[in-house]
């Protein structure tokens, strides 16, 4: 998987409650990315960051923040986790024109 | 606006035979392509990209053809195998941010 981990790899949370999700990236890339995966969606990205401390919105924003505060770690953080935020998230990382994505995190949320 | 799609949700082969998984996508000065396998609990694996400059490019059994009159391309994978059975995505790049869009995938079976 390209030097990138992801945790927890599975998580179950009520509604209301707060989430983060964590990627880390062995291979010092400068752009990461978080996606959500959804039957009939494909992969749509979240927020996705190019450099430290340098981050933006991409199409699925709403409900959703991020923090990179080192190269290697980009955090998703869900404030308060609805139904609707079920999910598989996918962390990845660019260095050039491909990108190379994590192993995935399944969220429910309850 | 630009997408990218796929022809099929679904494709099913028989173990030794060709496979040809399509993608359509409307921007032609999309420049640049990548294929991603997927397996079941996996995250996209690169497969193989190819620039507009070429018309066809090869991998180690998988090929992808280019056609910018039509705006498509296809991959193509020979003699399938089981191990090939996994959803297929074709990526553009948007050169925003190093975004991409992605197609929402054709799942390939191998039936042995």
């Known amino acids: 998987d390209a030097g990138i981990t992801q945790s927890p790899r599975h998580k179950v949370t009520e509604t209301g409650t707060p989430v983060t999700l964590r990627c880390h990236q062995t291979?010092?890339?400068?752009?990461m990315y978080w996606y959500r995966q959804d039957p009939g969606h494909g992969l749509r990205l979240i927020h996705y960051?190019?450099?430290?401390?340098?981050?933006d919105k991409g199409e699925v924003s709403d409900g959703y923040s991020v923090s990179r505060s080192k190269t290697e770690d980009f955090l998703l953080t869900l404030e308060s986790a609805t139904s609707s935020q079920t999910s598989v998230y996918f962390c990845?990382?660019?260095?050039?024109?491909?990108?190379?994505f994590g192993p995935g995190t399944r969220l429910t949320v309850t | 606006g630009e997408s990218v799609g796929l022809h099929l949700p679904t494709l099913s082969v028989q173990e030794g035979d060709n496979s040809i998984i399509n993608c359509a996508y409307s921007?032609?000065?999309?420049?640049?392509f990548i294929w991603y396998k997927q397996e079941s609990g996996k995250g996209p694996q690169f497969i193989i990209d190819?620039?507009?400059?070429?018309d066809k490019r090869q991998g180690q059994r998988v090929t992808v053809l280019l056609n910018k009159t039509v705006k498509h391309l296809s991959l193509q994978i020979a003699a399938t195998q089981p191990g090939d059975s996994a959803v297929y995505f074709c990526?553009?790049?948007?050169?925003?941010?190093?975004?991409?869009?992605f197609g929402t995938g054709t799942s390939l079976t191998v039936i042995p």
């Open positions: 990845a990382i660019s260095g050039g024109n491909e990108q190379y």
């Open positions: 291979e010092n890339h400068r752009y």
């Open positions: 960051s190019y450099g430290v401390k340098d981050t």
């Open positions: 921007n032609s000065a999309s420049d640049y």
């Open positions: 190819i620039r507009s400059n070429m």
């Open positions: 990526a553009e790049p948007k050169f925003t941010g190093n975004q991409f869009y």
